[in-house]
C-alpha cells in the first residue's frame, strides 16, 4: 500500500522526517511568506500587535458576524481585503493576522472550497505554530479529509472534482499525528484513518493503523476500541483454510492480550474463551487441508506429520477427532483410487488360479 510504511514509521517516531515532509510539499502549494521588513529584528516581529487599532478587531468580529448569518462570500471577501493591507502595513505577522487566515479558511470550507481552504490553514500552522489557532486550524484539516475519506473528489485545475481525495487525506492525517504528537487530534485522525481503510476492506492497512494506534496511545480511552477493530480486522483477513492462517495466530495473540487488559470489555462484547475456540477450529481446518492435500499427492508421511500436529496443537478442535480416525485407519492415507499392493497380487493369483480352472482340458473317453 501507498504509505504503509510511512504511517507506521512518522506515527512509532512521533515527528516527520525533514526530507519526508520537504518532499510532500508539492501537495499543498502555499503562497510565499511576506517579505520582512528592512532593519527588523527577531525581537521586533512580537511588537507588531500593539499597533493594531480597534479597527482590526472590528474588521474581524464582523468576518464572524457574517459566517454566522451564513454569508461566507462576504466574509472571505472582507478578510481578503483586511489581510491585503495587513501585508502591505507589515502586520502579517500579528496574532490577529492568524485568526483572519482561519476564518477565511473557514468561510471556504463552507463554500465547499475545502482544498483553497487548506492552503490558509496551511499558513496558519507553518507562520503561527504558537498561535491558539495553530490546534484549531490541525483540526479543520481534518474536517477536510474526512470529506474526502467519505467518496468528495479532489478539485482539478479547471475546478472538475475528477481525482480521489484519499491521497491527500492520508497526508492530512499523517501530518496532525506528526504536528501534534500524542495529542486527542492525533488520536481522533488515526483512528478516522484505520476506520477508512476498514470501510473499504483495505484489511491489511486498517490492521497496521490499529496496532500502531495501541502502541503510539498505550493509555488512550479509545484503546479498547482500537483494540478490538485491530483483532476484527485480523480475523477479517482470513481467506479460508487453503489459505494462510498467519493472520489467525495474531489475531488468537491479541484476543488473549485484550481479554487480559479488559476483561469486563471482553465479556461484554463477546472476545472471550468462545473467540478463541473459533479462531483455533479455523487454524486447526487449515491444518486437515493441508493433509488432505498431502495424500492427494500420494504423500503418506507428510499427511501424517500433520495430522500429528493438528491433533497436538488443537486437540480440542472438531478437526483433531477428525485427524486421530484419520490416523487410526490406514486407507485415507491413500490417495482415492488407489488400492494397496498386497491386494492387488492376492487379487490376481485368484484371478489366475480360476482362469487356469476354465481353461484346462477336461477328461474324454479316449484319456487313460
Not at 48 to 55: K, N, R
Not at 62 to 83: D, G, N
Not at 159 to 181: H, K, Q, T
Not at 231 to 245: C, E, L, M, R
Request: proline share 7%; glycine share 6%.
Amino acid at each position: 500500500m501507498r504509505h504503509g510504511l510511512l504511517v507506521a514509521f512518522a506515527l512509532l517516531a512521533g515527528a516527520a522526517s525533514p526530507v519526508w515532509v520537504h518532499a510532500q510539499v508539492a501537495v499543498i502549494e502555499l503562497p510565499p511568506a511576506p517579505p520582512a521588513a528592512s532593519g527588523a529584528t527577531a525581537q521586533a516581529k512580537p511588537e507588531a500587535a500593539p499597533a493594531l487599532t480597534t479597527e482590526d478587531e472590528k474588521t474581524l468580529l464582523r468576518a464572524r458576524e457574517l459566517l454566522a448569518a451564513e454569508k461566507p462570500a462576504q466574509a472571505e471577501s472582507l478578510l481578503t481585503t483586511w489581510l491585503d493591507n495587513a501585508v502591505a502595513t507589515g502586520q502579517g505577522t500579528s496574532n490577529l493576522a492568524a485568526e483572519a487566515l482561519y476564518l477565511r479558511g473557514n468561510a471556504k470550507l463552507a463554500q465547499d472550497r475545502e482544498y483553497d481552504a487548506l492552503v490558509d490553514y496551511e499558513q496558519v500552522v507553518n507562520g503561527f505554530p504558537g498561535s491558539e489557532f495553530f490546534a484549531r486550524s490541525l483540526e479543520r484539516e481534518l474536517q477536510v479529509a474526512k470529506l474526502y475519506f467519505g467518496g468528495r473528489r479532489r478539485p482539478t485545475v479547471l475546478g472538475l472534482r475528477i481525482d480521489s481525495g484519499v491521497p491527500l487525506a492520508e497526508e492530512i492525517v499523517l501530518r496532525i499525528v506528526e504536528r501534534l504528537p500524542g495529542s486527542r487530534l492525533a488520536e481522533r485522525a488515526l483512528l478516522e484513518l484505520g476506520d477508512f481503510y476498514a470501510r473499504t476492506r483495505d484489511l491489511r492497512m486498517a490492521s497496521e493503523v490499529y496496532d500502531v494506534h495501541t502502541r503510539v496511545f498505550p493509555r488512550s480511552p479509545q484503546r479498547p476500541l482500537a483494540m478490538q477493530r485491530l483483532v476484527y480486522s485480523s480475523i477479517a483477513q482470513f481467506k479460508g483454510p487453503n489459505y494462510d492462517t498467519s493472520v489467525l495466530s495474531d489475531a488468537k495473540v491479541q484476543v488473549e492480550r485484550f481479554a487480559t487488559e479488559f476483561p469486563a470489555v471482553a465479556q461484554q462484547t463477546g472476545m472471550t474463551d468462545s473467540l478463541v475456540a473459533r479462531v483455533d477450529e479455523s487454524q486447526a481446518q487449515a491444518m486437515l487441508e493441508r493433509a488432505r492435500w498431502y495424500i492427494t499427492r500420494d504423500d503418506a508421511p507428510a499427511a501424517k506429520v500433520f495430522l500429528q500436529r493438528l491433533v497436538q496443537r488443537h486437540p480440542q478442535s472438531a478437526a483433531a477427532q477428525e485427524a486421530l480416525t484419520m490416523l487410526e485407519r490406514s486407507e485415507p492415507l491413500q490417495p482415492q483410487g488407489s488400492a494397496k499392493p498386497e491386494a492387488s497380487q492376492a487379487a490376481g493369483q485368484e484371478s489366475g488360479q480360476k482362469t487356469g480352472q476354465e481353461t484346462a482340458p477336461k477328461p474324454g473317453r479316449g484319456t487313460p
